[in-house]
């Protein structure tokens, strides 16, 4: 079986924020963005490139993005490739997946952060 994934335990990666003054390890007063429906609707998203499939190819992509106040991803930037069609895979991923912003204390912040994606055939 042809599989995509994405390497769970390391999903998201806070990089840099804008905003973010928390310390990473309260949870109470701080969450990092997430996609909407959870790491199912990004998987969903995520399109195994016909080709590579075909052949048996595998790649890491490691993308980074902003994810500001409403939710919105923008500055998407392939921090590691895999090949351009893979990394085409994962970019069209993360912007067509909604996204819940980060936040602190409450209130939504914008952040920076990284996110692996595993191109595995079984």
Same mark, same amino acid.
């Given at each position: 079986?042809?599989?995509?994934?994405?390497?769970?335990t390391a999903m998201i990666l806070l990089l840099g924020?804008?905003?973010?003054?928390a310390d990473p390890k309260s949870n109470k007063s701080?969450?990092?963005?997430?996609?909407?429906?959870g790491m199912e609707s990004l998987e969903q998203n995520t399109v195994y490139?016909?080709?590579?499939?075909?052949?048996? *190819?595998?790649?890491d992509v490691?993308? *980074?993005?902003?994810v500001d106040?409403?939710?919105n991803v923008s *500055?998407?930037?392939v921090a590691n490739s895999g090949g351009t069609m893979f990394d085409k895979s994962a970019v069209m991923a993360v912007m067509n997946t909604?996204?819940?912003?980060?936040?602190?204390?409450g209130s939504p912040v914008a952040v920076t952060f990284e996110l692996p994606f595993e191109y595995r055939s079984e």
């Open positions: 079986m042809i599989k995509t994934k994405l390497t769970l924020t804008t905003q973010l003054m701080c969450c990092q963005p997430t996609p909407v429906g490139p016909l080709l590579d499939r075909h052949e048996g *190819n595998d790649a490691i993308l *980074n993005f902003d106040v409403y939710g *500055n998407v930037q909604q996204w819940s912003p980060a936040m602190q204390n």
